[in-house]
């Protein structure tokens, strides 16, 4: 009678093992779903708060092409073909937006058929026709409009152009704001996301200015704000360089890239950023304090005193 009741026990139990092993495992997978979903969703959150502090550099240069433009002094030196009193006034502008920003920007001044007139960083290169490799001021000259992206030309950063027009309203040249992306790099940094800035090598005989530049795979390193960490990491990984996935995780960091310009239907450039799986994305928004206090139970309201509070975005 015994015998029986333990061997019916025994595949009582064994079943019982069998299911609950059965149960852990989906769960185990389930989890796995859900934490590859998350990841999904994080990176491309991640990617998207980089892609809008890209398009706000680009906006900003793209403002102040759009200033620049406008300028009297800037329009008469230019139709009257005064080089020398044109970069002066470059200069000037330049100066004083760098004292109260901080921020250092190139100037280049085109004529109407698409040549190097004047340059605020360096006087040589007058006349260079730039209409073979210079997409972006042959759809401004076309289109009449501005525009602005990641573009190749001796070096490789964001230029914003903005048509000049005189008078008469007629088409004289254009202008160019160039910014590099140092900028950008420091300010993801704040945020918590590691970047570093890559030109594929097959555009160096267009991007000359990059010629000595440290080489990392088939690509050369434009701004040298990167943490030597994420260097290391990425010399020891050149897989993460590759494009085969959206994402690269280790245990505790994410690698993914973003494209950053295109010449001829070829990717020129990637910015690869690397940041914490576990960051804290509040650092994005902006930190409010409140300074005051406000006595809701209060019947009597001075309203003098209520003007007084303030709140302070930072």
């Not at 609950?20 to 989906?26: A, G, H, M, N, P």
């Not at 993801?188 to 970047?195: A, E, N, P, Q, W």
């Not at 890559?198 to 690509?219: D, F, G, P, R, W």
Request: with cysteine.
């Amino acid at each position: 009678m015994i015998l029986p009741f333990i061997k019916t026990y025994k595949k009582i139990f064994t079943l019982f093992i069998i299911l609950i092993t059965i149960i852990l495992y989906f769960l185990y997978k389930y989890n796995n779903i859900l934490d590859k979903k998350y990841l999904d969703i994080f990176v491309s959150n991640q990617v998207q708060i980089v892609q809008n502090e890209l398009e706000n550099q680009k906006n900003q240069a793209l403002s102040l092409a759009l200033m620049f433009s406008k300028n009297q002094d800037i329009i008469k030196n230019l139709e009257e073909n005064n080089h020398i009193e044109l970069k002066k006034e470059l200069l000037k502008l330049l100066n004083i937006i760098k004292t109260y920003t901080k921020n250092s920007i190139d100037i280049q001044i085109h004529t109407k058929d698409l040549e190097v007139f004047t340059r605020s960083w360096e006087d040589k290169d007058f006349g260079l026709k730039l209409e073979s490799f210079r997409e972006g001021l042959v759809k401004v000259k076309n289109t009449n409009k501005p525009y602005v992206s990641s573009e190749l030309g001796k070096r490789f950063n964001i230029k914003a152009i903005a048509p000049v027009y005189n008078s008469k309203n007629s088409f004289i040249g254009s202008i160019e704001v160039i910014v590099d992306f140092n900028p950008l790099v420091s300010r993801l940094k704040v945020l918590g996301i590691d970047s570093i800035v890559l030109l594929e090598k097959n555009y160096l005989n267009i991007a000359t200015y990059h010629k000595n530049s440290m080489e990392l795979e088939n690509y050369v390193i434009l701004e040298n704000s990167f943490s030597k960490n994420l260097f290391d990491i990425l010399l020891k990984n050149p897989n993460y360089l590759k494009k085969e996935s959206f994402y690269y995780e280790t245990k505790d960091r994410v690698f993914t890239q973003l494209p950053l310009g295109r010449f001829e239907n070829g990717s020129v450039g990637i910015l690869l950023i690397c940041f914490d799986k576990n960051i804290n994305n509040f650092r994005y928004l902006p930190n409010y304090d409140y300074f005051g206090q406000i006595n809701i139970k209060s019947e009597k309201r001075n309203d003098k005193d209520i003007s007084k509070k303030e709140i302070i975005i930072r």
